[in-house]
């Protein structure tokens, strides 16, 4: 059994076979996932999990070098966007675009999150 790092073991699994650039979904509740991207779905209620618990648990084993968030998020979720910006090397698009960014990702996880544009689209980066 793993003893450090991403145990639950779809999430370790999709994230094993990702490669430089992919790109990794982590969402809120609300965001449609499309029907040809993997999705782990770990909400199970309303905020549970909460978004940054997940981004913070896959950011200890998962390498990003960009993060994609909705621009929304500035004039509706500040608290979010700033915790995001301390983490991350964010790059802002429209909800819209990141809806339809979503359609070339890997994988999307789900969490319970609903509060507003509480999305990032991960891009992996690599380790070396």
């Not at 990702?18 to 209620?45: K, M, N, Q, W």
């Not at 910006?85 to 339809?100: M, T």
């Not at 994988?107 to 891009?123: D, F, H, K, M």
């Amino acid at each position: 059994m793993k003893k450090q790092g991403m145990i639950n073991r779809d999430i370790a699994g999709h994230l094993a076979r990702f490669g430089h650039t992919d790109l990794l979904v982590i969402a809120d509740c609300g965001l449609p996932v499309p029907e040809h991207v993997p999705c782990i779905d770990l909400s199970y209620r309303i905020g549970e999990p909460s978004f940054e618990t997940v981004l913070d648990a896959v950011l200890e084993d998962f390498e990003a070098e960009a993060a994609y968030i909705a621009r929304e998020i500035s004039d509706h979720n500040k608290g979010l966007e700033a915790g995001m910006q301390q983490q991350l090397d964010c790059r802002y698009l429209s909800h819209e675009e990141l809806k339809a960014m979503s359609h070339n990702a890997k994988l999307i996880i789900r969490t319970g999150e609903a509060s507003p544009y509480a999305n990032v689209i991960l891009q992996s980066g690599v380790i070396f």
